[in-house]
């Protein structure tokens, strides 16, 4: 067992996920205060004019807003070094194209940092976590247009220059390379078409989808110039949502399949935020499916002196790929696959693998040779609160517990890892339902689907354990 010294323990959140206080502090409208409600079998629905009878979760969502201090008390107490979160675009520049931030939206993460700094937690911020200002949806399509980018570039510098002094450790993007799936269209790219009906699948174009992509990538290049401009100490690392590929059988073809699927998925937007350059097979890519994108004179030099410190992840679990034969699929967080005989599910369907985190560990450590962080691993889970107010969650122990061991064995095999911040410290509202009972949280929110509970919090079995884990450096599990 032998996580090095100062790795950065902690856990992860998005903003829409859990802040609530929809407009409060003059914030503007975001994508998803726009994203109803859903389960697993009723599809979350975007609507274009907030609906006064529908339910739109992150209005409310947990109420970060108003506990923050609360929340990240807790958090000290676990031991965190690290917390990750995200900055509601739409906080700071309520359309995304004023000048002028908004001070308020400033005022309230200068609280946020200054609060986590007094218990010597370390911030890792996101700058945009599947969310922007709705405006940049309603005006430009997002990011098709290049405008966009420009706007993205002026709230990523305001940021840089505001907490110089309180954060270190910058993430651009969330889960980059959902912008590589049909249902990265919305809240990666901020694309919405009249012809979608459904947040998940929505209208695909592959053109303007890829074409939106460059300019995320080249937005994420110039944040990391302008951080390493700002503060030289600045690390910037890029995001993305790792599913770990196996083929079905050793079939050749299946093997073919998992190569193609993780070059279009899992490495292409790492490739190019790491080496700062379009990869051959992707450029083969386009040429086979007609894509044909604008790229400016000098956008690749902006790739090239915008190239990420570090690498970061998420990983919830791994999928199977098969070229051919009819088997039984799984679910994922917006790319499934084919189940794996070898594997257990989640409540969701979500397949889960310890030791793929420890390959997966391995493979991004051979491929890109710099510092790598785990920024989201978790177990969304149906919690029970007991009579006596407990929730005796061991499932979600043994989820972490097993994962933390694979982590200890991949940084025994030479893994540069530096921290891993599990999802979720909280309760909060799942991405792809919109749930409030899909629950991650070491600490248990008092709040329904329906509505009901009073927000309090209270401490999960979790929550006990992984103070030790902290507390041992790992070592206790
Ligand atoms: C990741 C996202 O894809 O998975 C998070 O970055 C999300 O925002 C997490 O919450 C878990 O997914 P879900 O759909 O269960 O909330």
């Known amino acids: 067992m032998s996580f090095p010294k100062g790795f950065l323990w902690g856990g992860a959140t998005a903003a829409n996920q859990i802040e609530g206080g929809y407009l409060e502090g003059r914030k503007g409208d975001s994508i998803s205060d726009h994203i109803s409600g859903g389960s697993r079998s009723i599809k979350r629905r975007f609507t274009r004019v907030i609906e006064a009878d529908t339910f739109y979760p992150s209005h409310e969502a947990v109420d970060f807003y108003h506990h923050y201090k609360e929340d990240i008390r807790l958090f000290a107490e676990m031991g965190f070094k690290a917390f990750r979160m995200s900055i509601t675009w739409s906080r700071i520049f309520p359309k995304g194209i004023e000048d002028e931030p908004n001070e308020a939206g400033l005022k309230f993460y200068d609280d946020i940092f200054d609060e986590c700094l007094k218990h010597g937690i370390e911030p890792i911020v996101t700058l945009m976590h599947f969310d922007m200002p709705y405006f940049l949806l309603d005006h430009y399509q997002g990011f098709c247009s290049r405008e966009v980018v420009r706007h993205f570039v002026r709230y990523a510098e305001t940021i840089f220059k505001r907490y110089k002094n309180k954060v270190k450790y910058w993430i651009t993007f969330n889960e980059i390379n959902f912008a590589c799936l049909p249902s990265g269209n919305l809240e990666v790219l901020g694309i919405y078409d009249d012809r979608t009906t459904d947040y998940t699948d929505p209208y695909d174009d592959l053109n303007k989808r890829y074409q939106a992509l460059h300019h995320v990538l080249i937005a994420s290049a ?18 993305i949502a790792h599913v770990t590929l196996y083929p079905r059988t050793c079939s050749p073809k299946d093997m073919i399949k998992v190569q193609d699927l993780d070059h279009l998925f899992n490495d292409f937007c790492g490739d190019v935020q790491v080496f700062g ?36 992840f998420s990983y919830y679990m791994s999928n199977c790929v098969s070229a051919e034969g009819d088997y039984e699929t799984s679910a994922g967080n917006l790319l499934g696959g084919v189940k794996n005989p070898y594997l257990k599910n989640s409540e969701w369907g979500w397949q889960v693998d310890p030791i793929g985190l420890r390959y997966t560990l391995n493979k991004l450590n051979d491929r890109y040779g710099i510092p790598l962080m785990i920024v989201e691993n978790g177990l969304g889970a149906v919690d029970e609160l007991t009579a006596d107010r407990k929730i005796h969650d061991e499932y979600r122990i043994s989820y972490l517990k097993d994962h933390i061991k694979q982590m200890s064995k991949a940084v025994d095999d030479g893994v540069n890892l530096i921290g891993y911040t599990m999802w979720s410290p909280i309760d909060l509202i799942s991405s792809s339902t919109g749930e409030m009972k899909k629950r991650y949280g070491l600490i248990y929110i008092n709040k329904n689907d329906d509505g009901m509970g009073d927000y309090s919090r209270i401490k999960k079995d979790s929550f006990y354990w992984y103070k030790k884990c902290i507390e041992s450096n790992g070592e206790i599990l």
């Open 277 to 312: 350059t379009y990869p051959a097979y992707m450029k083969n890519y386009y040429k086979a499916h007609n894509i044909e994108i604008n790229i400016e004179e000098n956008d690749m030099d902006i790739l090239k002196e915008g190239c990420v410190d570090y690498y970061t």
């Open 222 to 239: 110039e944040a990391v110039n302008a951080a390493h401009k700002i503060n030289p100490d600045n690390k910037v690392g890029c995001m």
